[in-house]
Nanobody
Framework: QVQLVESGGGLVQAGGSLRLSCAAS????????MGWFRQAPGKERKFVAA????????YYSDSVKGRFTISRDNAKNTVYLHMSSLKPEDTAVYYC?????????????????WGQGTQVTVSS
């Protein structure tokens, strides 16, 4: 089992920045690819970003590319999502997820473990 806990969400003005954190425990964190997803009310959970087990590869949705950066610190068992130039349409609950794979995947159903989410609200 892998337990994931997100933190760092909050209210921010459009154009501002936030850093989300996801702390992992349970199994060996460094063996998992990690992803961030988001879900707005009434909408499907959508892929945001993913990072390989060693941090060597990243993958972003087109909607956040150039604005968001995913990173990880395996010594701290933590993955981060740095969000800049935030837009109102970025408002959602953000979830981190773990995927025991050697490739990066973008479908929610492909990930094995999930956190409870953290709310990000971007005001116009």
């Amino acid at each position: 089992q892998v337990q994931l806990v997100e933190s760092g969400g909050g209210l921010v003005q459009a154009g501002g920045s936030l850093r989300l954190s996801c702390a992992a425990s349970g199994r060996t964190f460094s063996s998992y690819a990690m992803g961030w997803f988001r879900q707005a009310p009434g909408k499907e959970r959508k892929f945001v970003a993913a990072i390989s087990w060693n941090g060597g590869s990243t993958y972003y949705s087109d909607s956040v590319k150039g604005r968001f950066t995913i990173s990880r610190d395996n010594a701290k068992n933590t993955v981060y999502l740095h969000m800049s130039s935030l837009k109102p349409e970025d408002t959602a609950v953000y979830y981190c997820a773990a995927d025991n794979t050697i490739v990066l995947r973008s479908r929610p159903d492909e990930y094995d473990y999930w956190g409870q989410g953290t709310q990000v609200t971007v005001s116009s």
